[in-house]
């Protein structure tokens, strides 16, 4: 007796292919990072069981661990484990080093004539690293701010002026995986809520675009990526001072401050699949450019 693989729905075949899309990226990290699949397994069901928990109108309905065992096939002891266990999630700590990063490449007081964050004098009054570091945060010492930067790689200290300079033009600490793994987290989760939310939503939805292009050479990516990164400079300077002067707005007018936000922007380029040259009787197809049709929320 043989079982034939069922064959899906329309709409249960698209969603199966994108959960293939997302999922390949995170099996070879898992593998390369050596995750095995059981560690894996179990973070995917937990998922399961709070997805189907936050689903329920009455989170303290009577037979809730059926209901959920229903909703994600999923045995009943395993939702009873599962439920029982839940870890708590820690809220993660600001990164102040990031903060630094972004005023000082931000705020005009700490850029030149160009808009390039300027080199800075270790210490004084007016744009130095401490005074930078201070309107940030006074509850940690400006020198324990710039022993990070340098230990992360974003700048370099000349001992003999004693001064400060930036040495990139984007927060990507250097060598440090655990921080690149939390900004893999909250990057690609909250990219990837706002692409479902406004699958499963009819109303307001998130701002979630992209374009496409293929058939470009190396020399063309290193021309867009050249954009790329001016456009994405153009976009921090415009929205860090603005949601600075937002947020102390709020808690001078005593708002309810119980939303959060984050604006990202990134670019992925591959070697294309091989494919056969075109022929004589078939023109050479055009550049292929789609958006998503999911639109900005108003």
């Known amino acids: 007796m043989s079982l034939e693989p069922r064959e899906l729905d329309p709409q249960h075949q698209a969603l199966s292919d994108a959960l293939s899309a997302v999922l390949?990226?995170?099996?070879?990290?898992?593998?390369?990072?050596?995750?095995?699949?059981?560690?894996v397994e179990e973070l995917l069901k937990r998922s399961f069981v709070q997805a189907a928990r936050d689903a329920?109108?009455?989170?303290?309905?009577?037979?809730?661990?059926?209901?959920?065992?229903?909703?994600?096939?999923?045995?009943?002891?395993?939702?009873?484990r599962l439920c029982e266990s839940a870890p708590q999630a820690a809220p993660r700590p600001r990164s102040l080093a990031a903060e630094v990063f972004a005023r000082w490449t931000t705020a005009r007081e700490y850029r030149d004539r160009r808009g390039a964050p300027r080199v800075l004098p270790r210490q004084g009054q007016g744009a130095s690293f401490e005074t930078l570091a201070q309107s940030v945060t006074?509850?940690?010492?400006?020198?324990?701010?710039?022993?990070?930067?340098?230990?992360?790689?974003?700048?370099?200290?000349d001992a003999q002026r004693d001064t400060v300079t930036l040495q990139r033009d984007a927060f990507v600490p250097r060598g440090d995986t655990m921080r690149m793994l939390g900004f893999l987290g909250d990057n690609a989760g909250d990219h990837l809520s706002a692409a479902v939310h406004n699958v499963l939503t009819d109303g307001q939805r998130h701002f979630?675009?992209?374009?496409?292009?293929?058939?470009?050479?190396?020399?063309?990516?290193?021309?867009?990526?050249?954009?790329?990164?001016t456009q994405w400079q153009s976009l921090i300077e415009a929205t860090v001072p603005l949601?600075?002067?937002?947020?102390?707005?709020?808690?001078?007018a005593d708002r309810a401050r119980d939303q959060r936000l984050r604006i990202g922007l990134y670019s992925f380029n591959e070697t294309m699949p091989a494919v056969a040259p075109p022929t004589a009787d078939a023109p050479v197809r055009d550049v292929r450019r789609t958006r998503r049709k999911s639109k900005d929320s108003t």
């Open 24 to 39: 390949r990226p995170l099996a070879r990290l898992a593998v390369a990072q050596g995750l095995p699949f059981a560690a």
């Open 56 to 80: 329920q109108s009455d989170p303290a309905a009577q037979r809730m661990i059926s209901r959920i065992s229903t909703a994600t096939g999923i045995h009943r002891r395993e939702v009873t």
């Open 138 to 157: 006074r509850n940690v010492h400006p020198r324990s701010l710039l022993d990070e930067l340098l230990r992360l790689g974003l700048a370099t200290h």
């Open 208 to 229: 979630e675009q992209a374009v496409f292009a293929d058939e470009l050479s190396g020399e063309s990516l290193q021309q867009i990526r050249a954009v790329v990164r």
């Open 243 to 252: 949601l600075e002067k937002m947020i102390e707005d709020d808690r001078v």
